[in-house]
């Protein structure tokens, strides 16, 4: 497991919180700078719950 | 988001998003033999293509393909598939109609029915920017210098808010609320129709800071309640297996780079 999120920590890559990846794509895509002036983005995304009877880990890595 | 081609008038690209989550928890789902699977998975891959006609509109198709289970592509039902076109129609010098069909298998609502959308999207001055339509709509305003308020809804109950200060040069302290879900085919199902929904709302804030256009840095913090989760055919069928978490503070880090 902790191996698991070191590998995905390494390529340090991400995107925002993706409730749905596939419709904030979309609109993404209509405000985004027009054709042909694209650019690469690469995020990362990590969140740890505390406290609580379940301890939650969220990792995002998105390019 | 990676960009394959880039022309003057159009470009193709691909998104590629994964998310792990670990909910290290030995529950089980509600009036049932069911084990809370501790891990699972998001993949998914967006091939997008964008065109810009000579009369300025914008044609776009989106196309997914991916996994989302406690064992990424175990077979066909565990996949993801959907589908998007859209046509961005520009009315004026800033705003523009957007037309789109949408296909999902994994839509929180009404998955596998291709859905129809409109909207339109206002943006007389750089200050204020208004998406209003169906599916979803956006709404990033600054009201005065240095502050910003954003907010955007997804149906059915995913939404976000957010109104930022810029404290010092690059330095932003930012308040948030989120109300998402996420939905998993836990592998070996009895139904295949059935999925595990999890839903919380968070509400926190934080520090965020943007040296350049090219990065930004956040950190934060806040609690996350109203938890709980589910494995059903459709929303209304939730009560049968949902399990209730308790109320949890999280922290948060977030790197983004765009080069």
Redesign the interface.
């Known amino acids: 497991m902790k191996k698991t999120i070191f590998i995905f920590t390494i390529l340090v890559v991400m995107i925002w919180n993706t409730a749905d990846v596939f419709a904030e794509n979309a609109f993404n895509q209509l405000l985004q700078m027009p054709p042909g002036k694209i650019r690469t983005s690469a995020s990362y995304n990590y969140r740890y719950y505390g406290n609580s009877d379940v301890r939650n880990q969220d990792t995002d890595v998105g390019m | 988001?990676?960009?394959i081609i880039?022309?003057?008038?159009?470009?193709f690209?691909v998104?590629?998003?994964?998310?792990?989550?670990?909910?290290?928890?030995k529950?089980f789902l509600s009036n049932t033999d069911i084990e809370i699977p501790n891990?699972v998975y998001n993949i998914?891959f967006?091939p997008?293509y964008?065109?810009?006609f000579e009369n300025g509109w914008?044609f776009?198709a989106?196309g997914?393909i991916g996994s989302a289970s406690d064992k990424l592509f175990n077979s066909l039902d565990e996949c993801v598939y959907?589908a998007?076109v859209?046509l961005?129609v520009p009315s004026g010098e800033r705003n523009?109609w957007?037309f789109?069909v949408?296909y999902?298998s994994n839509?929180?609502f009404l998955r596998y029915v291709p859905l129809p959308g409109v909207g339109y999207?206002y943006n007389p001055n750089d200050d204020l920017?208004i998406?209003a339509g169906f599916?979803?709509a956006?709404v990033r305003y600054s009201p005065i210098e240095k502050v910003q308020l954003t907010f955007?809804y997804?149906p059915i109950t995913?939404i976000?808010a957010k109104a930022s200060y810029e404290v010092y040069k690059n330095w932003k302290v930012f308040a948030d609320f989120?109300l998402?879900?996420?939905r998993y085919f836990r592998a070996g199902r009895d139904n295949r129709n059935e999925r595990i929904f999890y839903y919380e709302k968070k509400a926190g804030g934080g520090l965020s800071f943007s040296p350049n256009r090219g990065i930004l840095l956040t950190a934060q913090g806040g609690y996350?309640f109203d938890?709980y989760m589910f494995e059903a055919k459709k929303y209304y069928h939730s009560h049968n297996t949902r399990v209730n978490?308790?109320?949890?503070?999280?922290?948060?880090?977030?790197?983004?780079?765009?080069?």
């Open positions: 988001m990676l960009p880039k022309k003057e008038n159009s470009d690209s998104y590629t998003t994964f998310r792990y989550t670990n909910w290290d928890t529950a891990n998914n967006l997008t964008r065109y810009v914008m776009g989106i997914q959907g998007r859209f961005k523009a957007m789109l949408d999902s839509r929180e999207l920017q998406f599916p979803f956006f955007s997804l995913t976000k989120n998402t879900d996420q996350s938890r978490f308790d109320g949890a503070y999280y922290a948060e880090v977030k790197a983004k780079l765009t080069f």
